[in-house]
């Protein structure tokens, strides 16, 4: 006859002691019919206190440990550590390998981790956000220094930035002038409007279909699939196939940095 050992009494009963449950993997509860009826039978339990499985005493709830979602085991600390052969610690659970720290704010003690101490001063929000109304400006933590007053340098509106902000910050107003500012002739990219000048009439689809098919559709720095076609030398009049080669779109804009350096790797790349 098959037996299965009961979660409460820890006795082996066979399955006709078991009332059915269609939710446990075997059909059967966990606790036999007797540990139920006792628990269904129990006296009532007053708040902060909880019936122990295994003694069926009632306890206070610190003499029980908490899972990890936080809800109290259904088994007493001295229970457990019979059942597990394990050590009872000094503290509860929750509290094992903790620092008690008090806020500054209702003088409440509370434990946090060891790497948390040098972070955590409130207990909760709720004095965290009384802490906040209380110390405006200067006591703040989040405090930057006083407001500057700044001209932008691309609209020319004046407004107000910290002492702690980057230094882009200071000079803009916004994104938008920041990147408007820096278009065109300002940007250190800027190569007199080359990119503006007009391709040849060589420079034709079927031209840079040879290339490719030349190239096998392989980029020449990364060996991944490549649909560019990129003038070795940055000379759009230049359409010689030895001075063009396919890239990827990656790579294609990695070349517009160091150019002379590019220019070298890739002359080297195409065979005579």
Known sequence: MEEK????????LPFSAFHKS????????????????????APEVPDGYKMCWICDEIKPLDDFECYGDGKKRNTCR?????????????????RVGKVEIKCEVCGKSFYVKPSEVSKRRFCSMKCTTEWRKSNIGMLN???????ITYTCANCGKAFTAYARSPQRCNTFCSHKCYTSYNSGSNCYLWKNGKSFEPYPTEWTRELKRKIRKRDRY???????KGNHVHHIDY??????????ITLCNSCHTKTNMNREMWQEKLSSCITP
């Open 235 to 244: 000379d759009k009049n230049n359409c010689s196939p030895d001075n063009l």
């Open 218 to 224: 392989v980029c020449a720095i990364c060996g991944e």
């Open 5 to 12: 050992k009961c979660g409460r009494c820890r006795r082996k």
């Open 22 to 41: 269609k939710s446990s993997n075997d059909g059967f509860y966990s606790i036999c019919k007797e540990c139920r009826a006792g628990i269904t039978n």
């Open 78 to 94: 001295k229970c457990s550590y019979k059942r597990w052969n394990k050590k009872p610690s000094k503290y509860p659970y929750d």
């Open 141 to 147: 933590y989040n405090y930057k220094g006083a407001g």
